[in-house]
């Protein structure tokens, strides 16, 4: 079961502004998905190894060699207020 | 009732690797360029995007992890550190968090827990407010830092002191330099260290509550923020209060800590396995390589220098610059029977303070090669010039670069060798000065240095030391 301050808890760590009724909503929610996921802990794992990853796969690397990066324009080009060359962004301090 | 406290601080060390692109993507890593010229879609973290981890950066982490004696782990996991903060535009850092790929290390007296790989961030300046983080109301982002590849060393808590978290961290420093996958320059940000800080009753076992000592970029800092912290928190328990966890920030220039985070927030990172990558399993040959790649390191060429005669400190001096090391065993090599232990006085002593006084002249760029000062100790030894003689030839190679056979021929420092000569001045020096020579016959000795320095001055220092006292003792009947 998840409780209301957890919810409220998360929201502040990512920075979410939530009313009251989408607080109440993602409780509820959030409590059925964990309640998922709980399931899993039925299954006995004695002895298995921790899976780290689905895919059949290792080792996927590539070598130190330099790829063209973007026009800065271009990575400029999204931003909501470039100044200087730079992302201006609002002071993370301001709205804490 | 009064209880002795003591020190316990552990370190967070992060290593910039010197790779030539990011640790996920292919974009140039690059110190003081223009802002934002070195990004792509991956380390802006544009939607659909894959990391994919730098081949290089994993062998550089893997000899880190050698040379601090680490255990090199068979699998390593990559995991999502989640923070939001502009300088990190995923939102989370991908970083290693529960399969790292080094782990139980030790070097010198310390232990080290693990070493992971991760990902830097990108560079936040804060404008208005004076620039301050707080009181600041807006942050220019640059993303050409971000993504650049770090390992991360985490210590076991077996420090005890500000001036020893110095001299550790120096032999780490000069560790991972010999190893060339970093610059560590901790002023341009490529080595960098926080501090965890507690007090506990001496003999106790227990960990107290600490604090983070955040990015300092020097270690003399370092040692001053952390010494006025352990004053600090053993203050706070003196006067009957509590240790706060917090996270600070300590001002060189006011020596002064500030607090920067509020502790509610900190420490909530939500880890879990980056979905994105696969794990890295390196090869027993990668394994092996990075091992047996490693060149004599700091801590075991002072081990081996002292061993041969050389005095710690000196053998500490030499060890932590491979050009002073090189240095010091050209002039083994050249001067045949050379002592060690006055060899490495004169590299890390005299030379050295000849260099400084000297335009603080670089080694490299020195006039005087290890042959010319093997040439010049070797006088000294063979008594053929005194010490002080030494010295001041020493100081004209440095400037002019001259031979040393050719500096004492041209100002005549040949010492006397002629013993029937310095007899005859050593007699003159006491009939010259009975005063003194009464004193010294009257048993007191210490007056003996007056005689000495008539005769060296009547000789202009060219006289060995040794001799005079004998000479003199000899005739004033000691």
Redesign the interface.
Known sequence: MIEREQVL??A????LRLSDEEVDTLTGELSSVLDHVDKLAEVDIEGVEPT??V?P??????????????E?EV??SQAPDP????????????EA | MSTEYEAVIGLEIHVQLSTRTKMFCGCELSFGDEPNVHTCPVCLALPGVLPVPNEKAVQYALQIGAALGCELSPVSTFDRKNYFYPDNPKAYQITQATYPFAVNGRLGEVRIHHAHLEEDAAKTIHTGGGGRISGSDASEVDFNRGGTPLVEIVTEPDLRSGAQVREWGQLLRATIRQLGVSDVNMEEGSLRCDANISVRPVGSDELGTKTELKNMNSFRFIERGIEAEVTRQKEVIAAGGEVEQETLHFDPSTGELHSLRSKEEAHDYRYLPEPDLVPVVPSPETLEMAKSSLPELPAARARRYEEIGVSGQAALLLSFEVEWAEYFEGVLEAGTGIDPRVAANWVTGELAAELRRQDDRPLAESKVGPAALATLINMVAEKKISHGSGKSVLEEMVSSGAEPESVVAEQGLEQISDSGELERIVIQAIEDNPKPAEQVRSGNEKAIGALVGAVMKATQGRADGGEVNRLLRQHLGL
Request: a positive charge; hydrophobic letters at 35%; proline letters at 11%.
């Open positions: 808890h998360v502040r760590l990512s920075r780290s990853h895919l796969l290792e080792n996927v690397l590539r070598t130190d060699e330099p790829r063209p990066s973007l800065r990575a400029l100044h200087d060359g730079a992302f201006r962004v609002p002071s993370p301090q301001a």
